[in-house]
T-cell receptor
Framework: NAGVTQTPKFQVLKTGQSMTLQCAQD?????MSWYRQDPGMGLRLIHY???????DQGEVPNGYNVSRSTTEDFPLRLLSAAPSQTSVYFC????????????FGQGTRLTVV | SQELEQSPQSLIVQEGKNLTINCTSS?????LYWYKQKYGEGLIFLMM?????EEKSHEKITAKLDEKKQQSSLHITASQPSHAGIYLC???????????FGKGTRLSVIA
């Protein structure tokens, strides 16, 4: 089973460039979410989705856009990259209702110069 | 998140020693999840606790949730180099929202 797949694994951007981080899951999970991980900060929630067509903001949503057109995919868009967005990004998926672990992708390490 | 405090931030232990990591919530937990992350890699699920007073073990790792469901501890017995990594607790506060994570504990095990 592939689980949660994130692409790319590494990316370097110049300030002001745009890009999309891809996230796909093959477990038919309704819930998907994006986190960023910075040194000493743990995982902070950027955006999440409870189903196709539904998205909501997390703790640190500024500078990021998301959409959920299918159950399987939940891309994260950086419209104009800034050095403050240098981080490791994780996508996660789970079933609704709690009581089940969240499955994480392997992460995308993004550097904005 | 300030809703979830994890301690200590870092820990260096000698191989064979026991250690405990704590996770304290400002609100009642619907569930508490423990994950491990090896440096530069993704998160590996360890255990999930939902009931007050619940305790689970896997190999040499034991996790407990207190009766009030606001504090959890992760205990490693006879630590090994393979236990090294970052341990993260994640809280389910209900309301169909994703897990809220603590800042993590970086564990190093030295010979």
């Amino acid at each position: 089973n592939a689980g949660v797949t994130q692409t790319p694994k590494f990316q370097v951007l110049k300030t002001g460039q745009s890009m999309t981080l891809q996230c796909a899951q093959d477990m038919n999970h309704e819930y998907m979410s994006w986190y960023r991980q910075d040194p000493g900060m743990g995982l902070r929630l950027i955006h999440y989705s409870v189903g196709a067509g539904i998205t909501d903001q997390g703790e640190v949503p500024n500078g990021y856009n998301v959409s959920r057109s299918t159950t399987e995919d939940f891309p994260l868009r950086l419209l104009s990259a800034a050095p403050s967005q240098t981080s490791v990004y994780f996508c996660a998926s789970t079933i609704p209702g709690g009581g089940s672990e969240a499955f994480f992708g392997q992460g995308t390490r993004l550097t904005v110069v | 998140s300030q809703e979830l405090e994890q301690s200590p931030q870092s820990l260096i232990v000698q191989e064979g020693k026991n250690l405990t990591i704590n996770c304290t919530s400002s609100k009642t937990l619907y569930g508490l999840y423990w994950y491990k992350q090896k440096y530069g890699e993704g998160l590996i699920f360890l255990m999930m606790l939902q009931k007050g007073g619940e305790e689970k073990s896997h190999e040499k790792i034991t996790a407990k949730l207190d009766e009030k469901k606001q504090q959890s501890s992760l205990h490693i017995t006879a630590s090994q180099p393979s236990h090294a990594g970052i341990y993260l607790c994640g809280a389910d506060f209900g309301g169909n929202t994703p897990l809220v994570f603590g800042k993590g504990t970086r564990l190093s095990v030295i010979a």
